[in-house]
């Protein structure tokens, strides 16, 4: 089992890290809370119990959220990275098992500490989170929101994976995949725009490019997430007629009026 510093850091293994490794012969890293943690059990006739072992109420000694330690140490790479990824999509898949949503996650809500990477949930977020720095970064805001946040429409489970996956490449790269600037720029780039992934390569590149998808139908889900992570299965998604967004909506609505609207001017000319 390694050891994780207060600064989240674990030391070098011999596993090859996920971003790097090729279609075949994947290793297969930890479970993510270990192979023997108890598994909370089902509340009477209903979801789950909440799993709380990847999530945190607020920060706690030792801890410091991913967005600090990438700002002042550089982008997560090899085991790290993979640690990180694996942990926080076991957070996910923990509460969407339990029938609750995140829809906070950003890097300011992801701790690093000697136990590993958790995701801060509920109250415990606004505290993290509390300062000019979280609010008014490119840390949060609509960087990190799902196309069906920002145009207002249902969001549910996969505006979670869509936030893991603008995290975690954050986390491997140093920026969001949207860019920072004026809201109203990053919001058009994310309704409409391919994320930006660096230089990312290899399965993780392709997972997050999928979670990273404008159809909430087309990411996978966080358990799917897990999957991929820990033992190397792809996830798989159903197919379907591709979701039209409402911006383009919007569009074709008003292009179907200044058409209309020539028409019968020219009826009437």
Do not use: N
Not at 39 to 54: F, K, Q, S, T
Not at 114 to 137: L, Q
Not at 230 to 254: C, F, L, N, S
Request: proline share 13%; aromatic share 2%.
């Amino acid at each position: 089992m390694p050891h994780h510093p207060p600064d989240g850091r674990t030391r070098p293994h011999a596993q090859r890290p996920l971003s790097a490794r090729s279609d075949h012969g994947r290793p297969r890293p930890a479970h993510p809370a270990g192979p023997h943690a108890a598994v909370p059990r089902p509340r009477d006739g209903g979801a789950p119990a909440l799993d709380r072992r990847r999530l945190a109420d607020g920060p706690a000694p030792g801890s410091a959220t991913l967005q600090d330690v990438v700002a002042g140490q550089g982008p997560l790479s090899g085991p790290r990275l993979d640690e990180v990824a694996l942990h926080t999509a076991a957070a996910l898949a923990a509460l969407h098992r339990a029938g609750e949503t995140h829809h906070d996650l950003a890097p300011a809500t992801v701790l690093l500490g000697p136990d590993g990477a958790k995701v801060v949930h509920a109250g415990g977020a606004a505290r993290v989170c509390e300062g000019a720095a979280f609010g008014t970064g490119p840390h949060r805001g609509p960087a990190y929101l799902a196309p069906e946040q920002i145009e207002d429409e249902p969001a549910g489970a996969p505006a979670d994976v869509f936030a893991w996956g603008a995290t975690l490449v954050y986390a491997a790269t140093g920026r969001p995949p949207f860019g920072a600037g004026p809201d109203p720029a990053v919001r058009r780039r994310v309704a409409t725009r391919r994320p930006d992934l660096g230089e990312l390569e290899g399965p993780l590149r392709e997972l997050l490019a999928r979670c990273l998808d404008k159809d909430p139908a087309a990411r996978p889900t966080a358990r799917q997430l897990v999957r991929a992570l820990r033992d190397g299965r792809e996830p798989v998604t159903r197919q379907g007629p591709k979701r039209i967004p409402r911006y383009r909506r919007r569009m074709m609505v008003a292009l179907a009026l200044v058409i209309a609207a020539g028409f019968l001017l020219g009826v009437l000319i």
